[in-house]
């Protein structure tokens, strides 16, 4: 197997770069250093500097390290800044996504993974409902619809050049090395602005002073556990990746602050545009295949806690 992991930069693609080197698999990183960091990565890896949205440089990188899979982690991942700027989120989610379909296809690349969104693409999850595969896509954020049309491309090159895909359609993924410095991304925010001893702000779920948004939080390690199968078994079709449980953003802040050891500061807020409020999803298609979540909400937030505490940027 050769990887080309897009976005391998990032939090969630830095995670699957170091387990695949673990496994001993040839990797390669293309990524544009928008929001991820070399010290994400590990020393010799080779990365290619590009950006998705440069289509010549993207077929390059393909003709250059050959990859037999792609891991197709790199996206604009701001709801808020989607919804502020369609045109930038569609240039990178969907324009772009489609140089490196474009070119995986032509490289005869077989099998293509695309970290796709169960947190948005479902749009509202009603109370006591767990999302499903099968439920049509609701997209209520350009991000979504980003992501959704992005799936519809896959199906589409599965049919016209038999191009084998997974689509893994995370929760709220967590853990240690998500970016603190965006707006995505609820426990590395509370968590370095708790260890600044900085007020956190909480977005309203319905009103103003609520619990917050409701989201299926799932650890990182979880979510490289599902890629890897989706990777090594090269399994086709569109699957959940969360834990089936909702916890709320007050819950979220809880954890952190017990995990910390210090009382926050809360500023209540409106509600977000583009936020939805109430997302879960139910992972039983991917349990089918043998996955489950094994970190515990509480175990998974109090490690991510502390390796900030411990790698404060
Ligand atoms: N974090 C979550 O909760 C979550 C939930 C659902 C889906 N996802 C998806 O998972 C993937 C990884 O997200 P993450 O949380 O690790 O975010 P991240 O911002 O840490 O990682 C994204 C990576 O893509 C790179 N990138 C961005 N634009 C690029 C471009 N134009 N060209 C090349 N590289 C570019 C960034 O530099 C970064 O390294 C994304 O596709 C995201 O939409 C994440």
Redesign the pocket.
């Known amino acids: 197997m050769r990887v080309l992991v897009?976005?391998?930069?990032?939090?969630?693609?830095?995670h699957i770069v170091h387990t695949l080197l673990e496994r001993g698999v040839h990797v390669a990183v293309?990524?544009?250093?928008?929001?991820?960091?070399s010290e994400?990565l590990p020393k010799g890896v080779l990365v290619y500097q590009?950006?998705?949205?440069?289509r010549e440089a993207v077929f390059d990188v393909f003709e250059s390290f050959r990859p037999t899979h792609v891991s197709?982690?790199?996206?604009?991942?701001s709801v808020s800044r989607s919804v502020k700027d369609p045109y930038f989120d569609a240039?990178?989610?969907v324009m772009?996504g489609l140089n490196v379909l474009d070119a995986a296809v032509k490289g005869g690349v077989k099998h293509f993974v695309?970290?796709?969104?169960?947190?948005?693409i479902y749009g509202e999850v009603p109370e006591d409902r767990r999302a499903r595969e099968e439920w049509p896509a609701r997209p209520a954020s350009p991000?979504a619809a980003a992501?959704a049309s992005f799936e519809y491309y896959l199906s589409v090159y599965r049919q016209q050049f038999g191009l084998s895909y997974t689509a893994l359609?995370?929760?709220?993924?967590?853990g240690p090395?998500?970016?603190p410095h965006?707006e995505?991304?609820v426990v590395a925010i509370f968590s370095q602005r708790l260890l600044r001893g900085e007020p956190v702000r909480v977005y309203a779920k319905e009103r103003r002073g609520d619990e917050g948004g409701v989201r299926d939080y799932?650890y990182v390690k979880d979510v490289v556990a599902a890629n890897m199968l989706a990777l090594e078994r090269a399994v086709p079709g569109v699957f959940n990746v969360g834990t089936g449980i909702g916890h709320s953003t007050v819950e979220v802040l809880d954890a952190v602050a017990a995990a910390l050891g210090v009382t926050p500061v809360v500023e209540y807020s409106g509600i977000r545009p583009g936020d939805l409020q109430r997302s879960v999803l139910d992972p039983g298609k991917l349990e089918e295949l043998g996955w489950q979540a094994n970190v515990d909400f509480a175990d998974g937030i109090a490690e991510t806690a502390l390796w900030f505490k411990n790698n404060q940027r």
Do not use: C, M, P, W
Request: charged letters at 15%; proline letters at 0%.
């Open positions: 897009t976005g391998g930069a990032g939090f969630i693609g830095s293309l990524d544009n250093f928008s929001s991820g960091h994400n590009v950006d998705v949205r440069d197709h982690q790199a996206a604009q991942i240039e990178t989610n772009g695309f970290a796709s969104t169960g947190g948005a991000y992501k359609r995370y929760g709220n993924v967590y090395r998500q970016d965006g995505a991304g799932i």
